[in-house]
């Protein structure tokens, strides 16, 4: 029986990862968790049925109790990874990381190496590859019936209201003290662009910037706090409306209302609101991450790809156009729908990914695939687990090249010679 620790037992460790492998009592065991929130601590401690003494409000305490299981599931916030998984690893642990691995491409490095002296797993989070969706996408391009691609335009539509919660009142709100936008929320896209053309990336260029959700953009007659707002009624990103009164029924018990309340009931989030960050004005947060930026990236055999990432949709939605030379492919995570066109039969092929799978939830299916993966390759079986340490520092490094070349008004970043100089700092 393989066991489990779980170090961050929020949104992602236990919502996520934490109550699925719970329900596979014949292949796991959760065996010890930590989080420095007591109120989670007891809650998952209980529910999970484990072990007092191996349930801990501090990291320290739980890396001074030594090795409690054969993986350790790192999910705390970005910031803080690199000093967990680098503790974990010393003490032997095979890890399933979130992303971002970290927001210092020098200490993605370090864990990286870390990872190869200590011959351990450790698998990054990138979730979309283990979706039926992408995975159908991998097969049409491998399946060469696209030609040869030339070029791949992915867009990540973040959704207003998931900009505000996440990005803008949330935890990803500054790349200070977290990771900036392209790492935290399009790390996935570039992993994506890497995974489906399998080719070195060599180029990267972006502009960007936060433009609406700024104090110079606070309207007339707005407050600090939505409850104090005269003119919330005439605001899109109202929190009173979005977190409380559309939960009059107490019907808004998932994310992102878990994430503002443990078990969200509508008296709880109505105090949170009230309280707590999440009731802030959009223009009066400590944020600072952008809320549009593109993306252009020159890969090997004159392959191009670009990502534009905007907060500024209705939905929450993935699309991509996958340009071959003899069809091409258009892709939209909002409707399930991947529509090939053959140029010379002219025939259209549409695909509803919806049917790939029986088990579309937690990132279309991908957060469960992935975690079923992880167990078969931890239990030495086949699997298509993907998303290495290795490839994902290669991904993020894109990431953060493109970060780079926002701050220096869109200066071209080569890959090489920016890797060369990371590794440079930290030998
Ligand atoms: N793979 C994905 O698609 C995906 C999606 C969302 C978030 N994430 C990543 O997952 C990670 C967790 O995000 P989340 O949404 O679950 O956040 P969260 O705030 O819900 O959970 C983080 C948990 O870590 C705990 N914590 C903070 N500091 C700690 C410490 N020093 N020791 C122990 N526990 C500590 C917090 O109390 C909290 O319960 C982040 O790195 C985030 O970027 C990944």
């Known amino acids: 029986m393989l ?7 929020g949104s992602r460790g236990a919502t996520t990862y934490g109550d699925y492998l719970n329900t596979l009592k014949d292949k796991v065991k959760i065996t010890a968790i930590c989080d420095i929130d007591k109120n989670k601590l007891n809650y998952y401690q209980k529910k999970y049925h484990i072990d007092a003494k191996n349930c801990f409000d ?15 599931i790192i999910a705390t916030l970005d910031q803080q990874h690199y000093e967990h998984a680098i503790k974990a690893l010393e003490l032997g642990y095979h890890l399933l990381l979130e992303k971002p691995i970290s927001p210092s491409i020098e200490e993605c490095v370090a864990i990286e190496k870390k990872a190869k002296e200590k011959n351990r797993y450790v ?11 992408y ?37 990803w709100q500054n790349s200070k003290q977290t990771a900036p936008m392209i790492l935290a929320k399009c790390c996935h896209d570039m992993d994506l662009l890497n995974w489906l053309l399998n080719l070195s990336p060599l180029a990267v260029s972006s502009f960007g910037s936060l433009t609406y959700f700024t104090k ?35 019907q808004n018990i998932g994310w992102p209302y878990d994430v503002v309340v443990l078990e969200p009931t509508y008296e709880k989030l ?93 990132h279309m299916g991908g957060d469960h695939v992935m975690l079923n993966e992880f167990i078969a ?15 994902s520092v290669a991904s993020h490094l894109i990431c ?18 920016y890797k060369k100089s990371i590794l440079k700092s930290i030998d």
């Open 400 to 417: 953060m090249a493109a970060e780079s070349s926002r701050l220096q008004n869109g200066k071209v970043i080569f890959l090489d010679e």
């Open 58 to 72: 501090c990291s320290d305490d739980f890396f001074n109790a030594k090795k409690l299981a054969d993986v350790l």
């Open 270 to 362: 109505k105090k949170a609101i009230q309280e707590g960050p999440y009731g802030k004005c959009v223009f009066d947060c400590d944020n600072d991450v952008v809320d549009h930026q593109i993306v252009n990236i020159q890969y090997d055999h004159e392959v191009t790809a670009s990502h534009t990432m905007c907060a500024f949709s209705k939905d929450c939605f993935r699309t991509m156009k996958i340009y071959g030379t003899r069809g091409d492919l258009e892709a939209n995570t909002l409707t399930n729908q991947i529509v090939v066109h053959d140029f010379l039969t002219h025939q259209t092929t549409s695909i509803d990914a919806s049917k790939l799978s029986d088990d579309l939830s937690g």
């Open 377 to 391: 390759l931890l239990n030495h079986q086949h699997t298509h687990l993907d998303s290495s340490i290795e490839k």
């Open 216 to 250: 110079s953009n606070a309207p007339k007659g707005s407050a600090k706090r939505c409850y104090d707002c005269q003119i919330r009624h005439q605001c899109p990103y109202d929190a009173v409306q979005y977190y409380v009164e559309s939960n009059q029924k107490n």
């Open 135 to 171: 995975r159908k996408i991998k097969d049409i391009i491998e399946s060469k019936q696209l030609g040869q691609i030339i070029h791949i335009q992915s867009c990540e539509n973040v959704g207003f209201w998931h900009q505000a919660h996440s990005f803008v009142r949330g935890n």
């Open 3 to 9: 066991t489990i620790a779980i170090l961050g037992v």
């Open 123 to 133: 698998v990054v989070c990138h979730v979309l590859r283990y979706t039926p969706f």
